[in-house]
């Protein structure tokens, strides 16, 4: 089954205590990204992949770090977490020429004490 | 002026009716028009994209754009229980750019 799957779905955790939420799609597709979703501010971008070793800041990259060292996983890293960085997050990816057909992973629920 | 606005709701309705969905844009350079579908604890989902003005129809779902009034429509027909989601459009200015701009989403509850 074409998927992209995040792990951890839930995590609490406490101010600045590092973490990684892992990313991963079996779809071949080179590209990828990181999304946050917040009430009353939508979807926005943290950080996205074009393809290997090739990542760029979103809208909103700021303590945050990815890594993109095999086509298939595209990692993010929270190295200090703030509460302000409690939200839902989730990760994507598509295909060259079709970037508006998003497949978004399942979502991992982060909550920042 | 945000680049998408998007009435957050929520909107309820009666199972069979029509609802319409809407988005207004300001950035004249988008060309791919989508509504994605989220349901309770679940990621977005594509439901339907047009490219450029013009309507397209897939079953009871029906996407509209207008890019003179820079608005874009989503009409669901016959409305069901099961359509109870988040819809969530968004645009891009080229088909293959990762950069999409969401828009709020619109909570839809239908009541059986």
């Known amino acids: 089954e074409a998927q992209v799957t995040q792990n951890p779905r839930y995590l609490i955790t406490v101010t600045g205590k590092k973490l990684t939420v892992t990313c991963s799609q079996n779809?071949?597709?080179?590209?990828m990204s990181w999304y946050r979703q917040d009430p009353g501010l939508g979807l926005r971008q943290i950080y996205y992949?074009?393809?290997?070793?090739?990542?760029d800041k979103g809208d909103v990259p700021e303590g945050y770090k990815v890594s993109r060292k095999e086509k298939r996983n595209f990692p993010l890293i929270l190295e200090s977490p703030s509460p302000n960085q409690t939200s839902l997050y989730f990760c994507?990816?598509?295909?060259?020429?079709?970037?508006?057909?998003?497949?978004f992973g399942p979502g991992t629920r982060l909550t920042v004490t | 002026q945000k680049e998408v606005e998007q009435d957050p709701g929520p909107l309820s309705v009666p199972e069979g009716a029509i609802v319409s969905l809407n988005c207004t844009y300001s950035?004249?350079?988008?060309?791919?028009f989508m509504w994605y579908r989220q349901y309770s604890r679940k990621g977005p989902e594509l439901l339907m994209y047009?490219?450029?003005?013009g309507n397209k129809e897939d079953g009871r779902f029906t996407a509209q754009v207008d890019k003179s009034s820079k608005y874009i429509s989503l009409f669901i027909r016959d409305s069901q229980p099961s359509d109870s989601a988040t819809y969530l459009c968004?645009?891009?200015?080229?088909?293959?750019?990762?950069?999409?701009?969401f828009g709020k989403g619109t909570k839809l509850t239908v009541n059986p």
């Open positions: 994507a990816s598509s295909t060259p020429n079709r970037g508006h057909e998003q497949y």
């Open positions: 779809m071949n597709h080179e590209y």
């Open positions: 992949s074009m393809n290997v070793e090739v990542t």
């Open positions: 950035n004249s350079a988008f060309q791919y």
């Open positions: 047009t490219y450029s003005s």
């Open positions: 968004a645009m891009t200015a080229q088909g293959g750019s990762e950069k999409l701009v």
